[in-house]
């Protein structure tokens, strides 16, 4: 089996140095060359192309997302971004996976080489996972929106009721979200139901991403808070780090937003989300699994479509990774499966 060939573009001495030492000890891993900026990439990559690319965004000559821009224009290839974990590099990396970039593996400020070799088996698996992506679906052009009003938001209702007729939709997905997400949410109406979203992202990050497709998207679009009402017109999107799931306060629905240990990997994880939704809202929802890897989401989606949910997977041909949808069809979890450009409308008739 052919090794996956890995090149790292890094400013830092020290990092280049270090990821190489920890990958070269994988035996299906081979770091074909390391570079300090892109001009210095460009010049490898032209003798020899990467499987995967390992990218920094703040780089002497060439700024990350620039390279990153001109490698999806000319031959896409699975990069995952290695940025540090602060609000300003969180705007940055949202940007980079808006133009086309895989994953993200976060390192720190301080302590950097320490944490790297800690590290290593995640950073291995994060290479493996981005090697397996379908470069064709790394970029969507999604339309931009008018921005809809703000509206605000009533109380939650003090008494419950017996029904509600309150609606829900439900969408997790993973590796190549990003993009998938764009291009959903730009094409959605104010009308449509309210949306809880989980994205597997690190903290920090989501805020970031649901800033950007505020200004993209007709519909609100936010980080959620706990205690926030799910309403039409709105997308929240779980955060980085903490678990979002759906809970009921009299006729309304709100988000639980907490941390906790991670499940399948990852916190947030798609089925806290879909498994609290199957509970508290049933035949009230509907459930979307979308591009990703491994099987988080499964078997919530599978609890929803038995709770009366009609439930929904991504089709393999426009993914960018065909897990997660994958794990839902082989369990028997999705009702239909769906292309990313049908996605829009299947949420639009729901709502409607």
């Not at 593996?105 to 090697?131: H, M, W, Y």
């Not at 699994?289 to 599978?302: P, V």
């Not at 949808?325 to 949420?347: F, H, N, T, W, Y």
Request: neutral net charge; charged residues 25%.
């Amino acid at each position: 089996m052919a090794k996956i060939k890995v090149l790292i573009v890094d400013d830092s001495a020290l990092v280049r140095q270090v990821l190489s030492g920890l990958l070269e000890k994988e035996a299906d891993i081979e770091v074909m060359a390391t570079a300090p900026d892109p001009i210095f990439a460009m010049s490898k990559m032209n003798k020899e192309w990467p499987d995967v690319i390992t990218l920094d965004v703040e780089m002497p000559r060439m700024d990350g997302i620039t390279f990153l821009k001109q490698i999806m224009a000319t031959r896409p290839t699975p990069v995952l971004i290695c940025s540090s974990l602060t609000e300003k590099g969180a705007a940055t990396t949202v940007q980079a996976l808006e133009a086309g970039a895989a994953g993200i593996f976060t390192k720190p400020q301080l302590g950097v080489k320490d944490f790297l070799i800690n590290s290593k088996a995640s950073f291995a698996e994060a290479i493996r996972e981005v090697a397996k992506i379908n470069t064709r679906n790394l970029k969507h052009q999604p339309k931009p929106a008018a921005k809809a009003m703000q509206m605000a938001v009533p109380e939650p209702a003090a008494i419950a009721m017996a029904k509600t007729t309150e609606k829900v939709v439900a969408i997790g997905t993973s590796t190549g979200g990003t993009i998938a997400l764009e291009y959903v949410l730009s094409r959605l109406d104010t009308d449509c139901e309210g949306i809880v979203i989980v994205q597997h992202m690190p903290e920090k990050f989501t805020a970031a991403f649901a800033e950007r497709l505020n200004t993209l998207c007709a519909i609100e679009v936010r980080e959620a808070k706990h205690g926030d009402r799910v309403r039409p017109g709105l997308a929240l999107i779980a955060p980085g780090g903490q678990h979002m799931s759906l809970m009921r306060n009299g006729a309304y629905y709100h988000v639980s937003v907490k941390p906790g240990p991670a499940v399948n990997r990852h916190c947030p994880s798609v089925d806290v989300l879909f498994r609290s939704v199957a509970k508290i809202a049933g035949t009230n929802s509907i459930g979307i699994i979308m591009t990703g890897m491994g099987d988080d989401g499964a078997r919530g989606l599978l609890e929803m479509k038995e709770n009366g949910a009609r439930t929904f997977a991504q089709d393999e041909e426009s993914c960018v990774v065909y897990g997660m949808p994958k794990e839902a069809v082989k369990r028997g979890a999705a009702d239909q499966l769906v292309g990313l450009d049908k996605i829009p409308s299947v949420i639009m008739a729901y709502s409607r």
